[in-house]
């Protein structure tokens, strides 16, 4: 048996204060095998760092939502998505608009699929809080996310709230957020462990961990970069609280 531990690291957001501490704690655990599953940029002021790490570290990345807007010929809606995208090289745009959707591998007999929303497409958002007829949907093979089998395991990001369910259609798993988690101010990634040879089932482990950094050297940065929406950012990374919900709430201040 080639037993062997994964790490699935997701919506790093060109926080690269958060990701050096989480890949420094894969590293730690002697983990080697690193993927990523998408939004890497956009949101925070380093997205250029964060690409090169993001290339240097992670065997495969799949495509994100923030990709697109950012890394893409889109239109330019926000004062932001324009410093984020001229804050990133030409090489990283291209890197960044060729990932695929989706990536496959095998692990304890099982066929695992890596997405960043879900398999219909980037944009295609499956809460934690979903019906029979999304879950059922998130093991589909799709031309987007380029398997021809259901997955036995599903795992995706873009939400930024870490979770796990298992059933009869197969096992749903969300990494949650390194770089702008949302149901906590705390970094998040899974890590997966079983057998990467064999195709016959055996034991089969996730595991989520949670990594404490430096919040406010991010948010210095972001500030001394002169980065749109830093207070947006630097309530989220404080409290966790989703940036749509702070005029309500009535936080403000960097």
Request: with cysteine; proline share 4%; charged share 25%.
């Amino acid at each position: 048996m080639s037993f062997e531990r994964i790490a699935l690291v997701s919506d790093v957001h060109g926080n690269l204060t958060a990701y050096e501490a989480v890949l420094a704690d894969i590293a730690e655990r002697g983990i080697s095998r690193v993927l990523n599953l998408g939004d890497v940029v956009g949101k925070g002021p380093r997205g250029s760092a964060c690409t090169a790490l993001t290339r240097e570290r992670c065997e495969a990345t799949v495509r994100g939502n923030w990709e697109v807007f950012v890394a893409g010929d889109g239109e330019i809606v926000t004062e932001g998505q324009r410093w984020w995208r001229e804050e990133l090289g030409v090489e990283d745009r291209r890197w960044l608009s060729s990932l695929p959707g989706g990536v496959d591998l095998r692990l304890a007999g099982r066929r695992v699929r890596l997405v960043h929303a879900s398999p219909v497409d980037e944009f295609t958002r499956v809460h934690r809080e979903h019906s029979e007829a999304e879950y059922s949907m998130m093991f589909d093979p799709t031309a987007f996310s380029g398997g021809t089998e259901r997955a036995d395991v599903l795992v995706y990001g873009d939400i930024h709230d870490p979770y796990l369910r298992s059933g009869p259609a197969g096992t749903l798993v969300n990494t949650g957020s390194v770089g702008n988690q949302l149901d906590e101010p705390v970094p998040s990634y899974a890590i997966l462990e079983g057998d990467a040879g064999g195709r016959a089932r055996s034991s089969f482990g996730i595991q989520f961990v949670r990594v404490d950094y430096d919040v406010e050297a991010e948010i210095a940065a972001a500030c001394a970069l002169g980065m749109p929406e830093a207070e947006a950012y630097a309530i989220e990374l404080r409290t966790g609280i989703y940036r749509g919900r702070h005029a309500e709430l009535g936080l403000s201040g960097v």
